[in-house]
């Protein structure tokens, strides 16, 4: 399949780029409501009247892997508000020499969604940037 994936390099251990993965509120932005850093959590996520999504945390693996379920979404720029359903937003990460691989999927999030090219220029801002920062300087860039 052709989901969405970006992959980032850092001069960290994959726990510090663990523990920036689970400090969601550093990165991506909007409102952010309830626990985002153990197996089990469920949190929501909802950027003004655009985009709302409730994610839980099937995977957790320190300094290897989190991977959050869409629970359920609603997306207003496009004309099935529910395509986030059922997708799967993995990060994995490993370490490559003196540092550490993090790769971002978005499993179910493929170009003949609707929202792919909105939604892939997000994540791609929010990963490559937003993210690379917070685990890079501990401070990210949500806007």
Known sequence: MNDYTTTIMVEKTPEEAFAAINNVRGWWSGEIEGGTN???DVFTYRYEDVHYS???ITEFIPGKKVVWEILDSSLNFVKDKKEWNGTRVTFDISKMG???EVRFTHAGLVPNFECYDSCSTAWAFYVNKS???LITTGKGEPN
């Open 54 to 56: 409730k994610q839980k």
């Open 38 to 40: 153990k197996l089990g």
């Open 131 to 133: 993210l690379r920062s």
């Open 98 to 100: 003196n540092k550490t």
